[in-house]
Nanobody, 125 residues
Framework: EVRLVESGGGFAQTGGSLKLSCVTS????????IAWFRQAPGKERESVSC????????YYADAVKGRFFISKDYGEETSWLQMNSLTPEDSAVYYC??????????????????WGEGTLVAVLS
């Protein structure tokens, strides 16, 4: 069974940092793209970042470019989203997600094959 287990959410002050983790199992980890989405109250879920399968190319939404950094490790079959210089606009539930194969650019919601349950990030002003 495919599992995506997230951790690392919580509270942060404006300008602070958090690091989210997504531990996976049951996947051909090297052959899938790992993506992070977020959804704030009253807003639609949006793609934040992804790291592509095999080629390891990374992509970021304009709102987080230069502040957030995605990574993954084949041995641990885990992805991380390092979030720096946080602002209240970053407050959302963050979701780990999987799409098939390599890709160019951020994925659409319709491309997601598996979701984590989400982890809440609250950035205080």
């Amino acid at each position: 069974e495919v599992r995506l287990v997230e951790s690392g959410g919580g509270f942060a002050q404006t300008g602070g940092s958090l690091k989210l983790s997504c531990v996976t199992s049951g996947l051909p980890f090297r052959d899938v793209t790992i993506a992070w989405f977020r959804q704030a109250p009253g807003k639609e879920r949006e793609s934040v970042s992804c790291v592509s399968a095999r080629d390891l190319n990374t992509y970021y939404a304009d709102a987080v470019k230069g502040r957030f950094f995605i990574s993954k490790d084949y041995g641990e079959e885990t992805s991380w989203l390092q979030m720096n210089s946080l602002t209240p606009e970053d407050s959302a539930v963050y979701y780990c997600a999987v799409t098939s194969g390599s890709r160019i650019g951020l994925p659409q919601l319709s491309e997601v094959l598996f979701w984590g349950e989400g982890t809440l990030v609250a950035v205080l002003s």
